[in-house]
């Protein structure tokens, strides 16, 4: 029973956070968005960031690699001139750069790599926010559209127009009050017999109590002999 009930109260929360986020839907979207421009903007800092160091460490292995080759010249001229002794010191000292530079080289294929990899983190990051904006502006223009015909059908709607259609049916369902007072008369002269005397009287049997048409054309017509 307690599991029965945890499921239909999980069912339950979902179905009304399902509500909510249909009814606050552009809302979300704008935050996403806003969220994910939050990110982007990050990233493309964080990106400029390594490009800076990127560049620093490229600048600073060319100045060593530089260094290296005017102390390697310089040290092939000391042993040219017999000076043993500095081209040793020239050459202990450019195995610690070259080292160097080989520190410094590995550093920047590392930092290219980095710098590779968030470009193009970057970059279908800006796309797919291009492509999210394009969707919200369509997303709102649906729920305008929704909201219109929602107020439309408010107006409008199939209650209004079921309890029009009632009212309708109602008015010509109810009775003539004039065709039932001469029903009511009709009722009234066969009870008392009068309508019989009408009728005869029509017929030919005795005088007529009302003036009938047959009686009017009679007389139009003895009128113009």
Same mark, same amino acid.
């Given at each position: ?8 109260l999980s069912?339950s929360?979902?179905?009304? %956070? =399902?509500r909510?986020r249909? #009814? /606050? ?7 996403n968005?806003? =969220?994910?421009?939050a990110r ?5 800092? #964080?990106?400029? *960031? ?11 292995? #060319?100045?060593l690699?530089?260094?290296? *080759?005017?102390l390697?010249r310089?040290?092939r001229?000391?042993l ?22 080989a520190?410094?080289?590995q550093?920047c294929? =590392? !930092?290219?790599?980095? +710098? !590779?990899?968030l470009?193009? *983190?970057v970059?279908?990051?800006h ?5 999210l904006? @394009? ?10 559209e929704?909201d219109?015909?929602?107020r ?11 309890a ?7 008015v010509?369902e @109810? *009775?003539d $009050? /004039?065709?039932?007072? %001469?029903i009511? @008369?009709?009722?009234?002269?066969e009870?008392?017999?009068?309508g019989? =005397? &009408?009728?005869m009287? &029509?017929?030919?049997?005795? $005088?007529?109590?009302r +003036?009938? $048409?047959?009686? +009017?054309?009679?007389?139009l #017509?003895s009128?113009? &002999?």
């Amino acid at each position: 029973m307690f599991r029965t009930l945890t499921t239909l109260l999980s069912a339950s929360n979902a179905h009304a %956070e =399902t509500r909510l986020r249909d #009814t /606050f839907a552009i809302e979300l979207i704008d935050q996403n968005i806003r =969220t994910a421009e939050a990110r982007l903007k990050a990233a493309k800092a #964080t990106l400029a *960031s390594l490009i800076q160091r990127q560049r620093m460490a490229d600048a600073a292995l #060319t100045q060593l690699n530089g260094r290296i *080759s005017d102390l390697t010249r310089r040290a092939r001229q000391a042993l040219a001139a017999g000076q043993d002794a500095m081209a040793q010191e020239a050459a202990s000292a450019i195995a610690q750069m070259e080292n160097e530079a080989a520190h410094r080289a590995q550093t920047c294929a =590392t !930092l290219d790599q980095r +710098v !590779l990899r968030l470009r193009t *983190s970057v970059e279908t990051g800006h796309r797919r926010l291009i492509d999210l904006r @394009q969707g919200a502006a369509q997303a709102r223009a649906i729920k305008k559209e929704q909201d219109i015909q929602m107020r439309l059908h408010q107006q409008t709607g199939d209650t209004g127009a079921d309890a029009a259609e009632a009212l309708i049916a109602r008015v010509l369902e @109810q *009775s003539d $009050p /004039f065709e039932k007072h %001469e029903i009511l @008369q009709e009722l009234n002269a066969e009870l008392s017999h009068d309508g019989l =005397t &009408d009728r005869m009287a &029509d017929a030919g049997f005795g $005088p007529a109590d009302r +003036v009938t $048409p047959a009686a +009017v054309l009679a007389r139009l #017509t003895s009128n113009q &002999d």
